[in-house]
């Protein structure tokens, strides 16, 4: 099992911390999602059946993790909410950008990232896992449990969506296949 642990770890281990980065938008809480994962890994690969791919299986548990992560986060913020009293608008956005923000000299990939912040939690799934990991339709539809069908009008509406915020047609660049 070492061995096998240390391959996946050493394939997946940054893809896997990028994934999780887009979802929880945070360095600290994305390199401890990864170290849950590999605990899960560990835990239950004796059980992994080999019906999907190592890498949609390790994306899968990624996933779940993330998920389980931002509702505990929701459930804490609406105990502290609660105990605050009633609050107009309260904007709990994570403001701290991207590395790519960062990084990147190009508005036109900073308005595309900004554009994610205004997609729902499925499509910034599909994009990420679509064009910033490349992951198949299939690979994307075992990842998330969906439908192949599924995927593909989510991904249609979130290239939609990125589209109208950035309030330019010459994002078809992006294929939706």
Known sequence: ???TFDRLYETYHQSLFQYLF???RSRETAEELVQEVYIKVLQSYTTFEGKSSEKTWLYSIA??????WIRKQNRQKRKWLGLLGPIEKVDIRDPAPLPEEIVTQSDELRLIYKGLE???TDQR???VL???????I???AQVLGWTESKVKTTTHRAIKALKDYVGQPS???VKEG
Not at 63 to 68: K, L, P, Q, S, Y
């Open 130 to 136: 679509r064009y910033v990991q490349s992951l198949t």
């Open 171 to 173: 994002l078809g660049a």
């Open 63 to 68: 996933r779940n993790v993330a998920i389980d």
């Open 138 to 140: 299939t690979e994307t």
């Open 22 to 24: 887009y979802m929880v």
């Open 1 to 3: 099992m070492e061995s």
């Open 118 to 120: 205004q997609c729902s």
């Open 125 to 127: 799934q599909v994009i």
